[in-house]
């Protein structure tokens, strides 16, 4: 197992990420609270080639899960199982000052935010000004990597620390880079990449996220998220749809409906 950490907001320093019920809410930091604390080398990347990971709760063994509608959530963590796409994140690219934004794997422009968790009739209100304060709700937004309360950093839970009391755990995480292989999409079904062996070269077919069209691509030890599918319901016959992992209403299809030698998928 990884080493925990703790997750530091930039928008105030003194607060970090921590479990309450079934939320998770800025706090000042305290040495004995293991619920602030994170475990990484890992195989699986966003399509910027930055490490995928779970962020999992050091005392309640749930990791952090954003869901389709970019809702914030907590689920049981069983990394050497399986591990949904949905509790998977990267991190963006470091700020001059160190932290960086933690961004959704499945569509890095959604990040965990530090001010805009509570809605109330349509508007986002936790926060004051901008500024992230004890009991702020963390949730996911959009991404604004020059707001303080958007970016995070990441860091080792110090070695001496007092004793820690079990009642104080939920600010403790591990940072799991190390069950990535395991990915399935949303309903359980394995991820896997679609590689062509040609001479001494791997390549898959990946989504170009800028025009969507399929390309082929280098495959190495590490592959990207855009490289990855899941197979649909088995229909009559053992046919099933191919479908895109972090997007499950896409598929492999002929263009314009046609089935013949040639036809571009």
Not at 83 to 94: A, C, D, R, T
């Amino acid at each position: 197992m990884e080493a925990p950490v703790k997750i530091y907001c930039k928008g105030d320093t003194t607060l970090n990420v921590t479990v309450r019920g079934n939320e998770l809410r800025l706090v000042r930091d305290d040495p004995n609270d293991e619920s602030q604390v994170c475990n990484g080398v890992g195989k699986l990347t966003d399509d910027e080639e930055r490490p995928a990971f779970a962020l999992v709760n050091r005392t309640t063994g749930h990791a952090l899960v954003n869901g389709r509608d970019h809702e914030l959530g907590l689920a049981p963590y069983s990394g050497h199982v399986a591990v949904e796409l949905s509790m998977l994140w990267s991190l963006g690219h470091p700020r001059a000052d160190g932290f960086m934004e933690i961004r959704t794997l499945r569509d890095v422009r959604y990040t965990l935010d530090g001010v805009h968790g509570f809605v109330d009739g349509g508007y986002r209100l936790n926060g004051i000004r901008g500024i992230p304060e004890h009991g702020t709700i963390v949730a996911i937004y959009h991404s604004q990597a020059m707001a303080d309360y958007a970016v995070w950093k990441i860091a080792p839970v110090g070695h001496q620390e007092p004793h820690i009391e079990r009642s104080a755990f939920y600010r403790h995480w591990i940072q799991d880079y190390n069950s990535v292989g395991r990915v399935t999409d949303d309903q359980g079904r394995r991820a896997f990449a679609l590689v062509n062996n040609v001479g001494s070269t791997k390549r898959a077919v990946l989504i170009n996220t800028k025009n969507r069209q399929l390309e082929m691509a280098p495959c190495g030890d590490c592959v990207k998220l855009s490289m990855l599918w899941s197979l649909g319901v088995q229909l009559p016959g053992g046919y099933s749809e191919v479908r895109v992992l972090r997007d499950l209403s896409k598929t492999l299809n002929g263009i314009n409906g046609f089935v013949k030698e040639g036809t571009v998928l």
